[in-house]
């Protein structure tokens, strides 16, 4: 059996998985403003929670991009996937901040897998030029899963409680394995279902022109970590992925603090700002590919991109802190999001530009526990920074935007494969 574009099945699998991931994170934002008093946890809790996940959502970064690089990427989404939907399940378990903690912590670990899978995936099923929109399909995964989650978990917990809720949604990652090991059989050189055409496609076109011939080059952690690029991406997402972040963390605790919202009606307005992200996943992705059918350098392309979703950031984030009313605040969030996926789609890309398969899982690791601790500092100014209004926390935000450009455009060269000395390859 032969399947026409058989890596657009891949990638569209990956992008259910992430609409999984995030319906089961987001499940706990949902209902805390219920499950809180029942467990007499205070919203410092609620900060530590998020910070335990973090943590090892950390580690899980760069445990699993180097896993991925050993195992591969169908034993890594397996062994992922199966660990946080047991993990979210056991949520059903909690009765205390101890207990939540610990479930918080094999969650995050355990999620972390998708993201360096993903770009594992990207470079090992795509060519250079189609990269970028295929992580924004990947991405779109996330935005959706962030618009059904709101409004689904709001139904559920209505319906049968924040307990059984648990156990559903923990329920949905085993589902999604059953087509994953049935389609993903082996990387595109020996799939047996690809079509000889799609295969020479894709690996005609892995690396951008200029690319040493027959390079593979496959640096350690430290080679990785003495190029001046991967420190582009490294500090590019530890300051930008906060923005991403505060608002899945915290969008239902804002609504609810800001203007009285209870779970109905987060499930109505928490849903509509992930569907800017959504859209500018998109994007982001369609942007960079019509860039490069241009002729544009994929250097060029990456840094013009990613600095179109700041513009777009910095002043939605500014105006969200004056924002009067909880329509005006999901739609300015909406933008926020929308630039965001613009710009992340290609940050998270720039992996498997610098480098080749084999290291991609361990630069992607390494980038996204760098954003972690990004993420971890903010979590804890949050609770100070918002005891009379979260205007003060989106100033932060729209401070960092900036720092995350200068990043990419002051480390990372011209963005294109490295040699083992750390010269560029294209002149």
């Known amino acids: 059996m032969k399947l026409p574009n058989l890596r657009w099945l891949i990638i569209a699998l990956i992008g259910v998985a992430t ?3 995030y319906i089961d994170r987001n499940a706990l934002a949902v209902m805390w403003p219920e499950i809180a008093p029942e467990i007499g946890a205070t919203k410092e809790d609620y900060a530590l929670l998020v910070t335990i996940f973090m943590i090892f959502y950390a580690l899980g970064q760069s445990l699993f991009g180097r896993l991925f690089d050993q195992v591969g990427t169908r034993i890594g989404f397996a062994l992922s996937i199966a660990v946080w939907s047991v ?3 056991l949520h059903a378990l909690a009765s205390s ?13 355990s999620e972390a897998g998708a993201w360096p899978g993903a770009a594992k995936a990207n470079a090992e099923w795509f060519p250079v030029r189609e990269r970028a929109f295929a992580q924004g399909l990947f991405n779109a995964g996330a935005s959706l899963g962030s618009i059904v989650s709101a409004p689904l978990i709001a139904i559920l917990y209505l319906a049968i409680g924040w307990k059984a809720t ?4 923990g329920l949905l990652g085993f589902a999604w394995l059953v087509p994953w ?4 059989r082996a990387g595109p050189e020996g799939h047996p279902w690809i079509t000889e055409a799609e295969r020479q496609h894709i690996l005609s076109g892995r690396q951008s022109a200029g690319a040493p011939a027959g390079g593979d080059y496959a640096p350690t952690w430290g080679q990785i970590l003495r190029h001046p690029e991967s420190w582009a991406v490294i500090l590019c997402r530890f300051f930008i992925d906060p923005v991403w972040w505060l608002f899945v963390s915290w969008l239902p605790i804002y609504l609810a603090e800001t203007f009285g919202f209870d779970i109905k009606q987060i499930g109505l307005f928490a849903w509509v700002p992930y569907v800017g992200a959504m859209l500018g996943s998109l994007f982001g992705g369609w942007l960079a590919g019509r860039l490069l059918h241009r002729g544009w350098q994929v250097g060029r392309v990456r840094r013009t991109v990613i600095t179109l979703g700041g513009v777009i950031m910095l002043p939605s984030l500014l105006l969200t802190a004056g924002a009067a009313t909880p329509l005006a605040a999901v739609l300015l969030i909406a933008v926020i999001l929308f630039g965001f996926q613009t710009a992340i789609g290609n940050i998270q890309t720039l992996p498997s530009d610098l480098f080749s398969g084999r290291s991609v899982g361990t630069l992607a690791g390494i980038s996204g526990t760098a954003a972690v601790a990004g993420v971890l500092i903010t979590t804890w100014l949050v609770p100070v920074m918002t005891a009379q209004s979260y205007a003060p926390i989106f100033a932060l935000g729209a401070a960092l935007v900036p720092l995350s450009i200068l990043a990419v455009w002051l480390l990372g060269g011209r963005l294109t494969p490295v040699r083992p000395d750390g010269s560029p390859t294209q002149k």
Not at 98 to 107: D, E, K, P, Q, V
Not at 166 to 169: A, P, Q, T
Not at 181 to 184: A, E, F, H, I, P
Request: net charge positive.
């Open 166 to 169: 648990f156990l559903l949604v």
């Open 97 to 109: 901040v101890l207990s939540f903690s610990l479930f918080r912590a094999l969650l995050g670990v």
């Open 181 to 184: 090991l049935l389609v993903y």
């Open 19 to 21: 609409v999984v991931n």
């Open 87 to 89: 993990a979210i399940a």
